[in-house]
C-alpha cells in the first residue's frame, strides 16, 4: 500500500511559478514511477509528466518547457515545478505511483492516487 499527499497548490497570476510536492509512504519509492494528473471543470483528467525512480522523465506537449518533474527518493517526495503559467493550467493536480517503473500517460496505469491540490492560475 503506497499513500500520497500533494501540497504546493494556490493561486497565481499569469507567467507565475509554483511548486507542487507529492510525499509518498509505503513501499520502496525508488523501485516505482511516479506520475502527475491534473483535471480541470469540465474536463477529462489528462496526463502532465512522469518520472522513472532512476530520473528519466516524459512530459505532455502542452507543457513541455514550462514545467519540470523531479524527485528525491532519500524524501519520497516527488516535485512538479511550474513556470510560466497560463489561465489554461487551472486545474486538481494530482500524483499517482505507477509499480511497474514504466513512464506511462495513461491514467490507468497507475496503481495509487494522492487527492489533489488545486491550481489557479489568473489573468
Known amino acids: 500500500q503506497v499513500q500520497l499527499v500533494e501540497s504546493g497548490g494556490g493561486l497565481v497570476q499569469t507567467g507565475g511559478s509554483l511548486r507542487l510536492s507529492c510525499a509518498a509512504s509505503g513501499r520502496a519509492f525508488s523501485t516505482y514511477a511516479m506520475g502527475w494528473f491534473r483535471q480541470a471543470p469540465g474536463k477529462e483528467r489528462e496526463f502532465v509528466a512522469a518520472?522513472?525512480?532512476?530520473?528519466?522523465?516524459t512530459y505532455a506537449t502542452s507543457v513541455k518547457g514550462r514545467f519540470t518533474v523531479s524527485r528525491d527518493n532519500a524524501k519520497n517526495t516527488v516535485y512538479l515545478q511550474m513556470n510560466s503559467l497560463k489561465p489554461e493550467d487551472t486545474a486538481v493536480y494530482s500524483c499517482?505511483?505507477?509499480?511497474?517503473?514504466?513512464?506511462?500517460?495513461?491514467?490507468?496505469?497507475?496503481?495509487?492516487w494522492g487527492q489533489g491540490t488545486q491550481v489557479t492560475v489568473s489573468s
Open positions: 499517482a505511483a505507477d509499480m511497474t517503473y514504466n513512464l506511462n500517460a495513461n491514467a490507468n496505469a497507475y496503481n495509487y
Open positions: 518520472i522513472r525512480g532512476n530520473g528519466g522523465t
